[in-house]
């Protein structure tokens, strides 16, 4: 979490190989990340940009939920399964063969989600994936992501909305001016928050989405 313009989108690419550290390193996976080629770090890592098109590639809604797949070479019969199994889930297998541009901009954040999933990342780097969902669809896919964690997984999220970080995360991290402010379990991280200053950051019953 942090205020716009804090450096949280430039963390989550860098950790994904798009920018180099200028200073330090970062070390994942038994290896040196800033030093590892981003080609090599799909296998275990996943990224889902905060802008839906910039990372639907193709054609298709079928071949863009399968695109890492056929990158990876992990593409069969029973992946392709799992693949109309998944666009069932996010109720997009009526529309297969539609252009991913003719979706709607929540629709493409969750085609964005299946497409880099599908291969079961060790980690996830999430950049504003609430955007464009609505507040039930936002408890929905903040719970499937809750669960993804649960099979040993790790999700690194930017995300706004306090209520729904307070619901379902483990760990705050606070960043500001490309500065970590805080780095606490979720059970004291907004009341650290709030003797700060951070208050505009802090829950608030019956919050809503601002987004449409």
């Known amino acids: 979490m942090g205020p716009n313009g804090s450096g949280k989108s430039t963390l989550l690419q860098t950790l994904m190989g798009f920018h180099t550290p200028t200073q330090g ?6 290896q040196e990340l800033s030093k590892t080629k ?18 639907i590639f193709t054609q298709s809604v079928l071949d863009e939920a399968a695109l890492t797949l056929r ?11 799992k693949v ?41 780097l999430i950049d504003e994936f609430l955007i464009g969902q609505d507040l039930d669809n936002a408890h929905k896919w903040m719970q499937w992501l809750k669960d993804y964690t649960s099979k040993g997984h790790t999700i690194l999220m930017a995300n706004h ?28 991280a907004f009341s650290s928050l709030e003797a700060l200053g951070y208050r505009q950051f802090l829950p608030h019953t019956g919050e809503v989405l601002a987004y449409a």
């Not at 629709?107 to 980690?123: Q, S």
């Not at 306090?162 to 004291?188: M, N, W």
């Open 25 to 30: 390193k970062i070390q994942g996976f038994n």
């Open 38 to 55: 981003t080609s090599n770090l799909v296998k275990d890592i996943g990224f889902i940009f905060q802008n839906p098109d910039h990372q």
């Open 71 to 81: 990158n990876l070479n992990l593409m069969n019969g029973k992946v392709l399964e």
């Open 84 to 124: 109309n199994q998944y666009m069932q889930m996010i109720g997009l297998y009526p529309r297969l063969e539609d252009h991913p541009q003719r979706l709607s901009f929540g629709e493409k954040r969750r085609l964005n989600l299946v497409a880099v999933i599908l291969h079961d990342p060790k980690l996830l």
């Open 161 to 188: 909305h306090a209520q729904l970080t307070q619901a379902y995360c483990d760990r705050v991290i606070f960043i500001d001016a490309g500065r970590v402010i805080i780095d606490e379990p979720v059970s004291t």
